[in-house]
């Protein structure tokens, strides 16, 4: 069964290349957020996987900065069928230069992070942080890899410097288990936001240590219940 998925995404993917290339170029970024919102319903949904989201999202429209552990690929799926209103991602550059992978970021208007550059990744998360100011909502992985386990990696501090200078909701979210190939239901729990009078007393490194035990607490949560 899995063949057959690889198989028949790998024979429509041409399709929606030349439909993200064509929205990217010529259409609006609502048309994009619209697209973006199909990838879950069909590459999910043809694997008969559907997503649970639970606990509290704040009104959409309110711009937020999502942070989320980072366990698979299917992650990318998973949180823009969870979250409740279209977001722009965070994330290494090596996506936006991937030939599947490129056009999708670049047709969501995402952030590239340059691992190498951190001069490059301080300028970028600074135009994140204006954009969501602006309005746009931005979704991060901290961990800055796939865990591919329960567990989650370290968090990366650096961004936490940056997004502390934000003005929106910081919004932690555990995904169970989106590792695991025989799920069928990715649960997606969502943490109480942190409002800016709480993060911006705390610098980055404290930050990232808080919002990483917030997120630990809810994942010890998840498996005693």
């Known amino acids: ?23 990217r170029r010529f259409c609006s970024e609502q048309k994009g957020s619209k697209e973006l919102q199909l990838y879950p319903k069909h590459y999910l949904g043809f694997r008969r996987i559907r997503v ?8 959409a429209n309110i711009p937020c900065i999502y942070v989320s552990n980072h366990q698979s690929m299917n992650d990318i799926f998973v949180s823009i069928a969870a979250v409740n209103r279209p977001f722009r991602f965070i ?4 996506l936006f230069t991937n030939l599947i992978t490129g056009t999708f970021m670049k047709m969501s208007r995402s952030y590239p992070l340059d691992r190498d550059d951190p001069r490059q990744s301080l300028k970028v998360l600074k135009q994140a942080v204006d954009d969501v100011s602006k309005g746009v909502s931005a979704l991060a992985f901290p961990e800055g890899t796939r865990s591919h386990a329960i567990d989650m990696l370290p968090f990366k501090d650096g961004i936490f410097s940056v997004l ?17 190939e025989r799920q069928k239901v990715m649960h997606v729990y969502f943490c109480e936001p942190i409002y800016p ?29």
């Open 91 to 94: 994330a290494k550059k090596e």
């Open 52 to 59: 649970e989201a639970h606990g509290y999202q704040p009104d």
């Open 164 to 180: 502390r200078k934000s003005s929106a909701p910081i919004v932690p979210m555990y995904i169970k288990e989106s590792f695991n």
């Open 197 to 225: 009078e709480t993060y911006k007393e705390i610098k980055g490194a404290a930050l990232s240590e808080y919002v990483f035990k917030r997120m630990n607490d809810m994942k010890e949560w998840v498996y005693e219940h």
């Open 1 to 23: 069964m899995k063949t057959f998925n690889m198989i028949v995404t790998f024979m429509v993917l041409p399709v929606y290349w030349i439909r993200s290339q064509w929205i």
